[in-house]
């Protein structure tokens, strides 16, 4: 498996961390009602398709990565920076 | 003014491959992102176009490389550096950006043969077999870090100064007769 990394191109997989599901991106607020945070923490779809995750490039740039991936083709059909998401 | 001297006086070492030790070299750190004059500010520094992601663009003894986002290696004549330091700080007048002389905090080696891949193949995480022309690669030298790119039949490979030893030793050794890949 191979991530083509938007800055240093295509590299291997064991270049990177995974992390999680990008729902990390989006944090509650610390007075936010538990439920919130129940939901960020826990409550994860497990779709057959596409999903949305944060991989890090340990070995290259160090930056944070959305791979959008399909878990039943293996395909990949997405890798960008968070940084660049965030915007 | 003192005779500028490079980090190992030009050490050199015939292998399976050539090691030389080169410079000293000019060498400018710019760091500018989203700056209308970066293509102005360039081209008069050294005469290149802005490097597209991972490349370095070569114009006779100067070049650009990429180096992120927001950064760019600017590489002349050792004599040259003044000179271009004030041409950046003219293109860039009313622009936010850096511009540092950083030739006196590297060392650059060229690695030439034949079988010159075979030399940092042993040393790097990097999977020769992919490169690109023209791509400036980051990446480490054992255990520190390095950037090379390949011209002229042969690698240039810049890495700090305060470990021009080490990385002399590394490619040294990596070049042993009989020890090619
Ligand atoms: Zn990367």
Redesign the pocket.
Known sequence: MRLT?P??GS?DRREFHYYGAADYLHRPAAEDAPDAWDIYLHLRDNPAGVVRDLWY?EL??A?WLIVTRNTVTHEISGVALVAESAK | MSDPVSALGGASYAGFATIREIGPLGMITLRAKGVKSLDKAIKAAVGTKVPAVRRIEIAGDKACGWMSPDEYLLILPYGGVADALAAIAAALKAEHHLAVDVSDARAVFRVEGAKASDVLRKLMPVDFDRLEPGELRRTRAAQVPAAFWQADGGFTLVSFRSVAGYVMGLLQHSAQPGSEL
């Open positions: 990394c800055l240093c590299r490039h290259g740039c930056q």
